[in-house]
Each structure stands twice: as C-alpha cells, then as structure tokens.
C-alpha cells in the first residue's frame, strides 16, 4: 500500500507544470559617505555648516530585487530598496522601511508593468541620462531644477526595451502620489507623466518628458514640459536639456501661471579611472518677475576598484536679489539647509 502511494505521489509530481524556468534573488547595497561643507546662507545670520554626512553623491542603501522567468517570454520582478544614513544608522526617505523602492511587476518582453513606489520617467530622464552627477552631490541639477518629481507611491509604470534599437517610451500614473489611499483622501494628488526616448547608435540620445500633477478640489495642476539629449565623442560625453515647468496653482500679479524657462549644459570627460564632471543650470521666470538662478558646478571621481569610488563636488549658486529661498545646494539625499555653495568629498562603496 505504501508504495502505491509514493508511486502516485511521483507520477503527480510529474505531471504537474513546471512554472519557474529560472529564479534568481539579489542583496546589493550602496555606502556613500564623507565630508561636507556649505556657506553662503539666505540668511546671513547663519554660520557656515560642516559635518560628516551618508548619501551625498549618492543615496546610501540596502535592496533585494528579484526575477523568475515563469514561462519564455514572461517574467515575474521585484524590487524592494531601504534608504540608509550611514552616518547615524537610522533610515532615509521619512524613516519608511523601503522608502527608495518598493514594487513588484510583469516584464512581457515588448513591455514591462510595474506597481508600486517607484521612480518617475522625469527623475529617470534626468538621473540616468542627462546630470553628470547623476541628481547627486551639491552640484545636483534638481537644485535649479526644481520642478523634477523624485518618487511616485501607489503608481502604475510601465516601460519598454529599444524597438529597432531606435525607440522606447516610459509612462506612469497615479491617482495618490502623497501616499494617501484612504477613501476620504483618494485620488488627492493625480500624477502622470510620458517620456518617449530615441537613441541613434551608441553615441547620440534623446529623450522627452511631460508630466502633470494635480492636487483633489485645486483649480489647476503644475505641468513640465522636459526634453534632454546626450552625445557621446568617447573623449567627452556632452549633455543638455530644457525645461518648461508652469505652475498653475501659483499666480503673479497679473493672475498669470508662474511659468519658468530652464537650461542645463553638462560634461564628462572620462581618463582612464578618473573622470571630470561638469554642469551649469540656469532658471528665469517668464512673468517679469525676475526671479533667475544659476548653478555652476565641477567635480569628480576616481575608481580606486570596480566597487570603491572616491569623488569631489563643487556646487554654487547665484540668484538675483528677488529670489529670497527655494534655490539651494542640496545633494542625494540632504537638504541644501538655505546654503548656495558647497563642497564634499567622500567615499562610495557598492556591493
């Protein structure tokens, strides 16, 4: 009898469909951390500021991401990523256990969906393909560029591999980028935002971004048109982009949108293990305001290994004297404090 049944067992286990072609699991983490110096404060009363902080060229954090291939063709993924401050242990993104990253989703092959907290195809046009610091460190352009929207939670996102090796597009949506899904709060702040992208060779690439954001019973939503290109000569990589974000819950005097004309330049001019970073950014109102800044930016990095990073950053900002806050060398994952120059240097370790 006992072996009738360890016999069936068998032929069922045989039987049965084989879903997991391939599984894979990864821990992988990144410490940034090092000196930090900033002056020049909107309020001259305060003292220049030096520490020892985590996350300055880039963000300091531990994640686990996954994938299985459930069949050819489909394949479930994973991402979950806690933000870390080196310097005091605790946690970044408003102390949430996996406030950098958080989704799961489908990659089809012609089209991957996502669901969760993730990256906007805004913060991805600039950080991936356009900042030479990569939207780190005191010379980060989101700190003139301020209209870029980091992280969305609750969003749908999908995006797709180059078809033709020529074009690609990301797009996401959300109805709660605050985090708020409670029935009195849903939907209070909508979000979307697409970006197609070309790429021509290996050398030349564009990409587009509009983004809109609306907050529940506003009037009127904060929109971003974005459009930023890289070519690449091998001895310098050359970056740039233009930005016109409108903000239509803000008016001037005349009740017009305060709506802003934006420029990015950047460089970096790679020599051997050792590589010259470069940016300036500009921003100037379009209502006769006269609100303009401007960021100057140089730095660099030198890769002691493939996983250990030495760097240091420059960053300063000037504003005319209409502009009394908002514009401020922030980094990674700190705030610029109010300061308009700044100085790091430090550490980053990959693993």
Sequence with gaps: MQKKLIAVAIAGLAAAPAFAVDTSVTLYGLVDAGYSWRGDNYDSTKANRQGFDSGQLNGSRLGVRGVEEITPGLKGKFQIEAGVKAD??????????????SWVGLDFGAAEVRFGRQYTPQFNLYAGYIDPFGLGGVAET??????????ADNAAYLTTPFFGDVFAVEAMYTKSLAGDETIENAGNRRYYSIAPKLKFGKNVFIMANYSDAKVKGAAASVQSWDIGGA????????TAAYAQPKDGTKLDANGNKIKYNRFFVGATVPVGNFALLASYTYSKDKNDLNEKAQQGGLGGTYNLSPRTTLYGIYGQINTS???KSGYEVADATNSGFGYRKGAQFGVRHTF
């Excluded at 989101?142 to 992280?151: K, M, Q, Y």
């Excluded at 070519?231 to 050359?238: E, P, Q, R, S, T």
């Design 231 to 238: 070519v690449d000569f091998g001895a310098a990589k050359i």
């Design 321 to 323: 004297d209409e502009v």
């Design 88 to 101: 005091t242990g605790g946690s970044n993104q408003g102390g949430l256990a996996w406030g950098r990253q």
């Design 142 to 151: 989101n700190n003139v560029f301020t209209h870029i929207v980091a992280r």
